[in-house]
Nanobody, 122 residues
């Protein structure tokens, strides 16, 4: 499966963006799909994950209550709605599918997309 994240851009603090993770090559509904982010000089960190059916989502404490992950399996796409953005949310955002292990650890994910840059100005 190939993943492509899109929807990033420049936004002021307090604003919103919606990122998309579009899949090709295989049905994304076969996978739990996660979002991670990596800020300059920092390690990649877990943002959130949605289960195959979309019935459950899990988030990092830093984004809980502000970010929402959803999926539309008919469009083979997973979304990350980001509200109340903060400058510390600035990062390249990636989507990937979980292959094994914990939801929260990047090592267990595969088929990383190229990422999309989100910049939040203060």
């Amino acid at each position: 499966v190939q993943l492509q994240a899109s929807g990033g851009g420049l936004v002021q603090a307090g604003g919103s963006l919606r990122l998309s993770c579009a899949a090709s090559g295989r049905a994304l509904s076969s996978y739990h799909t996660g979002w991670f982010r990596q800020a300059p000089g920092k390690e990649r960190e877990f943002v959130g994950v949605v289960t195959r059916s979309g019935g459950s989502t899990y988030y990092a404490d830093s984004v809980k209550g502000r970010f929402t992950i959803s999926r539309d399996n008919t469009k083979n796409t997973v979304y990350l709605q980001m509200n109340s953005l903060k400058p510390e949310d600035t990062a390249v955002y990636y989507c990937a599918v979980r292959a094994s292990g914990s939801y929260y650890v990047a090592d267990g994910y595969r088929f990383w997309g190229q990422g999309t840059l989100v910049t939040v100005s203060s």
